[in-house]
Structures are given as C-alpha cells and as structure tokens.
C-alpha cells in the first residue's frame, strides 16, 4: 500500500512543481480568470485560486475520463487514503500548526469520493462545518518516503549540476552512512565522484528509512488515535536530526535557489499561466473560429458534457496540469507563434 501511494501521490503536480500550482492560482486570483468568480460557490473558488497538487492526485485517482471507462486507476480505499497527507476541504486548509491541514487533499468536486473513501476506512471525522478528517496512519510513511527520497536525491542531483561539490555532498550524507568501512571504501572501490555520492545516498535513505520505520512503530498509538501532530522527520533522533537539519537548510539557501533553477520556474510560471490564458476561455466559450481551434487542441479526454463554469474549467486543468515541462513549453510556443509545429 505504501509503495503504490509513494509512486502515485505526486501524480497531481503540474508542470514546473510549484512554480506551476502557484501560476495557475494566481490566473484566478490576479489574471485573466477573476472574471469566473461570481460563477462558482465560495468553496469552488477556493480549490482553484489555492490550486493543490496533492488534491489534484486525488482527482487524477478517482475521476474518470472521458472515453476512458468508469474505474479511473481503480486504487483500493487503503491507498487512496494513504496519498491523502491534507485530508480536508481547500477552504479548511492552510492552518498554521495544524499537519493535515496545512495544506487540503480534495476538490469540490471529489467530496462526495473523499467522504466514501473515509467512510470506509473509519477515519476520524474533525468538525461539522467542512469536511476535514484525521490522517490515515499509513499517511505517515508516506510523507517520510516522499521527503526523505526527495532531500537525498536533490543533493545528488546538486552534485552532478555543480550547485554542491563532491566534499560538499560527502559531508551532508556521511553522518547516516552507519559504517566504519565507508572511508575505505570511497577511496579503495571507486574512481567516479557520482558512484561515490551514489554509494551515500544508498546510505542514507537505508538508515533514515529504518529510523523512521522505527517511529512509526513506537507512535502507533498517536498515529491510531490521530493525534500525532509531527511528521516522521521531525521525530528523527540526535544526532541524525542535525544533519537531516543541514540537508534542509543547505537545499532552501543553495539548491532551491540556485539561478538555473529559479530561471525554469519563472519561465514555467509564464507558460502555465499563458496556457491557461488560452485554453480556459476556449472551453468555457467555445464560441468564435479561434477558441473553436483551441479546443480541439485538447484531447476528447478532458472534455466534459458539463456545462458550469466550475467543470469546465476543471477540464483544463486536468489537461495542462497534467502535462511535462516540455510539453508545456512546446506547446506555449506553438500556439503564441514563437515556432513553428514541425510536420513529422
């Protein structure tokens, strides 16, 4: 259940990452969108000018496509459930000190699936006034596989783009290398500096994933009762802490901001928000020769016998949120007339 969640949770999250969901809330909030919003209920004008990748992995889950049968990818509640690390409402999201809503884990439109899935579960409902429940316990494994992959990885990755250096690198990862031989072996079994990042980074993630499978196991109790307030990381004993510490601090004033790095999510913000500014008001319309063209653009998939303004803007979404940077950036070129679709 954990392995199918770790690889599907991330489904959601446009081109860019959050270059992407911050472009497309801030088409409703600031652009050419805000003209939407008298057409949808409070809650419905939430989940889209505070656009979720997490929530959005949930739809992708759960919501079939046009053509494409009834089951969508047919996950079982369990993992479904574990994906869910924000199991609430967007308009009962983004509370400070609070883990599972820090974020929200569904849209309006996937209410009605998120209340079968916790209903069949039994998970803790909090609250009358918006749908909000307590994690499922699995949630938490999750979320630690999820960080734990990603933080050890970019440092990997900033080794081979130059941000870190070798040194660098070693520094960061051999505090969870747990071996009195990994000098002699850096030095005696290898030449190339990446396969020895790559022996550390092995390492790393084989110690963190035990200690924090160890976690899990002494706070189950919290973690049944939906109490547990920490994510698995933060629980991670000295001194590991400390350096699971200087990986996140070393990848937020390094990494993060490295300039290639902020370069690709400035021009990802301008495409996302410059495909949206074409495809929303072509669906929603449909009613002039050009919007015509751009509608047939987009796959029959995402297209949607709803006539609300919600649903269809939703339909786009799925579709350019559902596209690769390079699709993305192709795409936006083509359609602006900065090049040229080839023939082949």
């Known amino acids: 259940i954990v392995a199918a969640a770790s690889l599907a949770h991330d489904l959601g999250n446009p081109a860019f990452g959050h270059s992407g969901e911050a472009a497309i809330s801030r088409y409703f909030t600031d652009g050419d969108g805000k003209v939407y919003q008298d057409e949808m209920n409070d809650a419905q004008w939430h989940d889209l000018t505070n656009f979720e990748g997490n929530a959005n992995a949930i739809r992708i889950l759960t919501h079939p496509l046009k053509g494409k049968g009834n089951d969508a990818y047919?996950?079982?509640?369990?993992?479904?459930?574990?994906?869910?690390?924000?199991?609430?409402?967007?308009?009962?999201g983004k509370q400070k000190g609070i883990l599972h809503r820090k974020k929200y884990g569904f849209f309006q439109s996937e209410e009605e699936s998120f209340r079968k899935i916790a209903n069949e579960l039994g998970l803790e409902k909090?609250?009358?006034?918006?749908?909000?429940?307590?994690?499922?316990?699995?949630?938490?494994?999750?979320?630690?596989?999820?960080?734990?992959?990603?933080?050890?990885?970019?440092?990997?990755?900033?080794?081979?783009?130059?941000?870190?250096?070798?040194?660098?690198?070693?520094?960061?990862?051999?505090p969870f290398a747990n071996s009195k031989t990994i000098e002699g072996r850096l030095k005696n079994d290898y030449e190339d500096d990446d396969a020895k990042i790559g022996l550390l980074r092995?390492?790393?993630?084989?110690?963190?994933?035990?200690?924090?499978?160890?976690?899990?196991?002494?706070?189950?109790?919290?973690?049944?009762?939906?109490?547990?307030?920490?994510?698995?990381?933060?629980?991670?004993?000295?001194?590991?802490?400390?350096?699971?510490?200087?990986?996140?601090?070393?990848?937020?004033?390094?990494?993060?901001?490295?300039?290639?790095?902020?370069?690709?999510?400035?021009?990802g913000y301008k495409i996302m928000a410059g495909l949206l500014e074409e495809f929303v008001p072509a669906l929603i319309h449909n009613n002039t020769h050009y919007y015509k063209k751009?509608?047939?653009?987009?796959?029959?998939?995402?297209?949607?016998?709803?006539?609300?303004?919600?649903s269809r803007t939703q339909s786009v979404l799925d579709f350019v949120s559902g596209m690769t940077d390079l699709y993305a950036v192709d795409l936006y070129r083509n359609i602006k007339g900065i090049s040229f679709p080839s023939e082949t």
């Open 74 to 92: 047919a996950l079982t509640y369990s993992t479904l459930a574990s994906i869910a690390k924000y199991p609430c409402a967007s308009i009962a």
């Open 126 to 174: 909090e609250g009358n006034e918006h749908l909000i429940y307590k994690r499922h316990p699995l949630v938490f494994l999750v979320e630690a596989a999820d960080d734990i992959c990603y933080s050890i990885i970019d440092l990997e990755d900033a080794h081979r783009l130059k941000i870190l250096s070798y040194d660098e690198v070693k520094g960061f990862l051999l």
């Open 202 to 267: 092995a390492k790393a993630i084989n110690t963190l994933t035990k200690i924090c499978a160890e976690i899990f196991y002494n706070e189950q109790d919290a973690l049944l009762k939906g109490s547990l307030n920490r994510s698995l990381t933060d629980l991670i004993p000295e001194p590991y802490l400390s350096a699971w510490k200087a990986i996140e601090s070393v990848s937020v004033e390094k990494i993060y901001n490295f300039s290639s790095v902020i370069q690709k999510e400035v021009a």
């Open 294 to 310: 751009l509608v047939k653009l987009i796959p029959k998939q995402y297209h949607t016998d709803l006539t609300d303004i919600y």
